[in-house]
C-alpha cells in the first residue's frame, strides 16, 4: 500500500475511541510490563554515551584548567563547544529511543495476538535499518524545533503525529521516512484531540509508580507508550502481507 492509498484508508477509518483504547492498553500493558522495564533500562543504558560526548568540554576543561571550573559560570568556549554538541546529543539519543519504542510496539503486537516468539529489542538496529531510523529522529528533530519557534503552541500540535512515528515505523516499514512522518500526520490531523488526551492521561497515570518509593515509576513508565499501538491498529490497521515484509 503506497502512501496515497494509506492516507485514504486512514480517513476512511472510523474515528478512534478514548474509553477503548485507553481500556486495552491497560490490560495489554499487564502482559508486557516486563518488556517495557528492559526498554527503560536499555534505552538509559545507550543515552550514557551521549552524555559522555555531550560533557566532553567540560572534562577536557577540567583536566587542563581545573580551577576554571570552581567559579559558579561555565567558561565560554566550554559552553559554544556544548552547545555545538546539543544536537549530536538529542539526535543520538532521539534514534536509539526510536528505534527501541518500534520494537516495544512490536511486541506489544505479538503480545496482543497471543504469539510466543523472542522479545528482538534491537529489530531496527540490524540489517540496515538503522540508516532508516536516524533519518526519522532527524524529521523529528525538526519538527521538535519547528514546533518550538511556534512560540511553544507548536510543539503541543506536533506532539501528536510525533507520538505516532514510532508506530509506522514497526509497522509500516515499506514507506520511506518521510512518507511516515506525513501519514503519522494523516492519523494525528484525524484524531488530534482524542491522541492528545490519551498521550496526557496514560503518562499521568505511567507516573504513579512514584507512589511505591519513586523506584516503581520504572515499572510503569512505558504503560504512556501502549496506546500508540492501539491508536495505529483502530486508525490504520494492518495488511499482513506488509507487516511481515523486511526493509
Not at 28 to 48: A, D, E, N, P, S
Not at 65 to 77: A, F, G, V, Y
Request: charged fraction near 15%; include cysteine; proline fraction near 4%.
Amino acid at each position: 500500500m503506497n502512501l496515497e492509498n494509506l492516507t485514504q484508508h486512514i480517513k476512511t477509518k472510523p474515528d478512534l475511541d478514548f474509553g477503548a483504547i485507553f481500556s486495552r492498553s491497560i490490560e495489554l500493558f499487564k502482559k508486557v510490563w516486563l518488556q517495557g522495564f528492559i526498554i527503560l533500562l536499555l534505552t538509559f543504558v545507550l543515552m550514557l554515551p551521549f552524555y559522555i560526548v555531550l560533557y566532553i568540554p567540560m572534562i577536557a576543561l577540567g583536566i587542563t584548567d581545573p580551577d576554571s571550573l570552581q567559579h559558579n559560570e561555565l567558561p565560554p568556549m566550554a559552553a559554544i563547544a556544548m552547545t555545538i554538541l546539543m544536537p549530536v546529543f538529542i539526535i543520538g539519543v532521539t534514534t536509539f529511543a526510536l528505534g527501541l519504542n518500534a520494537a516495544f510496539l512490536k511486541i506489544c503486537r505479538e503480545k496482543d495476538l497471543g504469539k510466543e516468539s523472542s522479545d528482538d529489542y534491537f529489530f531496527f538496529f540490524k540489517e540496515g535499518r538503522l540508516g532508516k531510523v536516524f533519518i526519522l529522529a532527524l524529521y523529528t528533530f525538526g519538527l521538535s524545533i519547528a514546533g518550538a519557534m511556534a512560540c511553544g503552541v507548536g510543539m503541543f500540535y506536533v506532539m501528536v503525529p510525533v507520538s505516532l512515528i514510532p508506530a509506522f515505523l514497526a509497522f509500516s516499514n515499506h514507506l520511506s521516512p518521510l512518507e511516515m512522518v506525513k501519514a503519522s500526520f494523516t492519523l494525528g490531523n484525524k484524531n488530534w484531540l482524542v491522541i492528545f488526551g490519551l498521550i496526557l492521561v496514560s503518562a499521568f497515570v505511567a507516573q504513579l509508580g512514584f507512589i511505591l518509593c519513586c523506584v516503581g515509576v520504572l515499572f510503569t513508565a512505558m504503560l504512556g507508550k501502549v496506546p500508540v499501538y492501539y491508536m495505529y491498529k483502530d486508525g490504520v490497521g494492518f495488511n499482513e502481507v506488509e507487516e511481515i515484509s523486511s526493509f
